[in-house]
């Protein structure tokens, strides 16, 4: 499926980019509610094409490329967010059905190399916050010792505003070990 999607994306003009990416995921999603059944592989795959994205994204403010009138760079936060909107969905959905959602950690866990920037971590870091505030069973997401946040403190802090510090300065501390 990856590879026709990659062939699809390729020949799809830039300005489609949105429109495949949303129906891939509606079909992926579907099935899942269908079967049962969810397409990792295309999960993974959707967040190494969005973490890139964002670095692209982060290449284009750091050069001052990220005007109204560049017609590349409107382009590209159209498609990022995209992706940013169907992967956060995917989660939620994933995050109703207690037996997927061991997904969540693995998918996290395997690209945190490729968020080199804050707004990356800072996506990554939403996620994680989102899907630990959506579970009914939060203990079962496990993030990994190295986040050492407690469960009652994040169920307490509605407002979000120290949690999303806590795990955003966490998730750099884990990024910078694991990148040694």
């Known amino acids: 499926?990856?590879?026709e999607f990659k062939t699809n994306y390729e020949q799809t003009d830039v300005q489609n980019?949105?429109?495949?990416v949303n129906t891939t995921f509606a079909y992926v999603n579907s099935e899942y509610s269908k079967n049962g059944w969810y397409n990792y592989?295309?999960?993974k795959y959707s967040f190494k094409v969005t973490l890139n994205l964002i670095r692209k994204h982060h290449k284009y403010v750091e050069a001052?490329?990220?005007?109204p009138s560049n017609a590349i760079y409107i382009d590209?936060?159209?498609?990022l967010l995209t992706w940013k909107r169907n992967i956060e969905g995917t989660f939620k959905l994933l995050g109703k059905d207690g037996e997927k959602e061991y997904?969540?950690?693995l998918v996290v866990e395997e690209h945190t190399q490729y968020a080199d920037n804050e707004e990356a971590?800072?996506?990554l870091a939403?996620?994680?916050l989102d899907s630990l505030y959506q579970s009914e069973y939060p203990p079962i997401l496990n993030y990994g010792s190295d986040w050492k946040i407690s469960y009652q403190s994040l169920l307490t802090d509605k407002d979000r505003t120290n949690t999303h510090w806590t795990l955003s300065r966490a998730f750099l501390q884990h990024i910078k070990r694991r990148n040694k």
């Open 1 to 3: 499926m990856i590879e």
């Open 17 to 20: 980019h949105s429109w495949l």
């Open 41 to 43: 592989s295309f999960f």
């Open 64 to 67: 001052g490329k990220d005007t």
């Open 76 to 79: 590209l936060i159209d498609e």
């Open 103 to 105: 997904l969540l950690p």
């Open 121 to 123: 971590v800072q996506f």
């Open 126 to 128: 939403e996620l994680i």
